[in-house]
């Protein structure tokens, strides 16, 4: 059964930092490229970042390039995703899932997990 199992969200000040850890399980992971997305109230569901099977490419929405970074340790069966310099507007539910490169951009193909609450506010 795939799983995927999204923490380390929280109420962070402006300026402040996460790291989100979404633990996989159920399927080859280290042979899908994963993807973390997020949804704020009201908006869509938009993709963050994306890095591929090996951790050799990543990419990231233009809104929070230099600010965050995904990773992975296949190892471990875990992708992360650091986000420094937080802003009010990455306020959202953030969640994983593996993803499939769709032309420029990638589509997420998995179930999704329940995901993690990140809130920056003073």
């Known amino acids: 059964q795939v799983q995927l199992v999204e923490s380390g969200g929280g109420l962070v000040q402006p300026g402040g930092s996460l790291r989100l850890s979404c633990a996989a399980s159920?399927?080859?992971?280290?042979?899908?490229?994963m993807g973390w997305y997020r949804q704020a109230p009201g908006k869509e569901r938009e993709l963050v970042a994306a890095?591929?099977?090996?951790?050799?490419?990543?990419n990231y929405a233009d809104s929070v390039k230099g600010r965050f970074t995904i990773s992975r340790d296949n190892a471990k069966n875990t992708v992360y995703l650091q986000m420094n310099s937080l802003k009010p507007e990455d306020t959202a539910v953030y969640y994983c899932?593996?993803?499939?490169?769709?032309?420029?951009?990638?589509?997420?193909?998995?179930?999704w997990g329940q995901g993690t609450q990140v809130t920056v506010s003073s």
């Open positions: 890095i591929t099977s090996a951790g050799g490419s990543t």
């Open positions: 159920g399927f080859a992971f280290s042979s899908y490229a």
């Open positions: 899932n593996t993803v499939l490169r769709g032309g420029s951009t990638w589509h997420p193909f998995g179930s």
